[in-house]
């Protein structure tokens, strides 16, 4: 029985990446006469509604094709919504087009569609990495993230070129303009991690990520080690640095990626573990803006099927 494949997309992810990416699958798809539903993205969320249905409707047919063609937040879209599916194990393929693309850098994705889609028609192989799982206590939040949670800093960042027209404009320069924003305007704030039986406070943090790979940000190794396949979770507390520190430590990220043994920062690898708030601080997940609230998370490492 002949394939068909069901695209899922975000045709304005990457500063039009999406678009592109979009038009070329569709061309080879109807080049080797190949059957193709599309789902657009309509506003902020839609994808996972979208996912949910489409995977309840497929039933793990195995000639069912779903292909997302977006950034990390459209992945994160769709596998929120298989997740809540009556099929969580559904599998489902990714085209990274977005400004970041973390998820696929930590993988090292980096086939064209064409090569994507003659792999999905003729030998398609599933695989399953982690991803992270968290509930928010203050507001009974719950969902699932490919890349991390985070919270200060780099949730700064996020608003900050999800607020403005940068993003569009410049991509994935866009973070590094903010960057230099948030080091002027993101206070130090209390932060309280529980992991392996053990309570640790931080009167003075500045960045918490809690990860499922090393990157964040569009490719800032933020913790090395950390790999979607150890089973594991990450938490990493970097204090607040002064000014030249930050700039001492950022190169250190970039070009040693040595950056974890500086007494600022700090890391937990574990299963599960709890990450607490007191004060409002934005938050960011796998991308997208969380707002600014307090936060009380659970954390538990999952995993989900990625179709190669």
Request: net charge neutral; aromatic share 14%; glycine share 8%.
């Amino acid at each position: 029985m002949s394939k068909k494949f069901y695209l899922l997309v975000n045709l304005k992810s990457g500063a039009d990446r999406g678009t592109f990416s979009y038009r070329n699958t569709t061309q080879i798809l109807e080049n080797n006469n190949l059957a193709y539903e599309t789902i657009f993205s309509k506003y902020p969320g839609y994808l996972t509604q979208a996912a949910q249905q489409l995977a309840n409707d497929l039933k793990l047919n195995p000639n069912a094709i779903i292909i997302v063609i977006g950034g990390d937040g459209s992945l994160n879209q769709v596998l929120n919504g298989i997740k809540r599916s009556a099929y969580p194990q559904t599998p489902i393929a990714y085209l990274p087009s977005g400004t970041g693309d973390d998820f696929a850098r930590a993988l090292n994705l980096q086939y064209t569609p064409q090569e994507l889609i003659a792999k999905l028609n003729n030998h398609p192989e599933v695989k399953e990495f982690d991803c992270g799982y968290y509930f928010n206590v203050n507001t009974n939040q719950e969902g699932y993230f490919v890349n991390n949670l985070g919270i200060g800093f780099d949730a700064y960042v996020v608003a900050e070129t999800n607020n403005s027209n940068m993003k569009k404009r410049w991509g994935h320069f866009s973070y590094g303009i903010n960057v230099f924003k948030a080091i002027l305007n993101q206070p130090a704030f209390s932060v309280t991690v529980k992991v392996n039986d053990k309570i640790h406070s931080f009167n003075n943090a500045y960045l918490v990520t809690t990860t499922n790979h090393p990157y964040f940000g569009g490719g800032v190794p933020i913790l090395p080690k950390a790999k979607p396949t150890n089973h594991l979770l990450d938490t990493i507390v970097v204090e607040k640095p002064s000014f030249f520190k930050f700039v001492y430590l950022f190169s250190k990220m970039i070009i040693t990626k040595k950056q974890i043994k500086d007494p600022h920062f700090h890391y937990y690898g574990a299963k599960e573990m709890e990450v607490i708030t007191k004060d409002l601080e934005y938050g960011q997940l796998d991308g997208e803006e969380l707002g600014s609230k307090n936060f009380d998370l659970l954390f538990h490492v999952d995993k989900f099927n990625l179709l190669l």
